[in-house]
């Protein structure tokens, strides 16, 4: 197995980071495979989505609405509604496995991979990215 960790930074409000670039990157010239895209932090996750017409901002309006930033959630530190961020991963898993062909990744034409990060207390992340050889 090959694996890479790379940090991306986020900034201090929510976000849908395109990190496709940084996969196929890893990916290329390493085969059939399997790609594995891991995020090792407890509010942040992994979509594959289309990316520039809209749906970024609509994934994180639709989880403002699922899982609004205010003081019902139990686990209380950090900034006010943060407790949603950690329950984030249930509906936004972090992680993500796809299938590389001839050291590509096989996406679909408006496909992208991208970190969800609706925590602005975080302004980095790491990208865990793993090749499985096929």
């Known amino acids: 197995m090959h694996t890479e960790v790379i940090t991306v930074r986020t900034g201090t409000r929510p976000v849908v980071r395109d990190i496709t670039r940084e996969a196929a990157a890893f990916a290329e ?3 059939d495979g399997l ?3 891991f995020v090792p932090h407890a509010t942040a996750g992994v979509a594959i989505i289309e990316t520039g017409a809209g749906s970024d901002d609509d994934l994180l309006t639709a ?3 699922v899982l609004p930033t205010d003081d019902r959630w139990r686990h209380r530190h950090g900034s006010p509604g943060h407790g949603r961020d950690h ?3 249930a509906f936004v898993a972090p992680y993500a496995t796809l299938p590389v062909i001839s050291g590509r990744i096989a996406l679909g034409t408006w496909q992208s991979i991208c970190l969800v990060d609706p925590n602005g ?4 992340r790491q990208v865990r990215f793993s090749f499985l050889p096929g």
């Open 63 to 65: 989880i403002d609405g």
């Open 35 to 37: 790609l594995h895209v």
């Open 29 to 31: 010239d390493k085969g």
């Open 121 to 124: 207390d975080n302004a980095t």
């Open 87 to 89: 329950v984030l991963p």
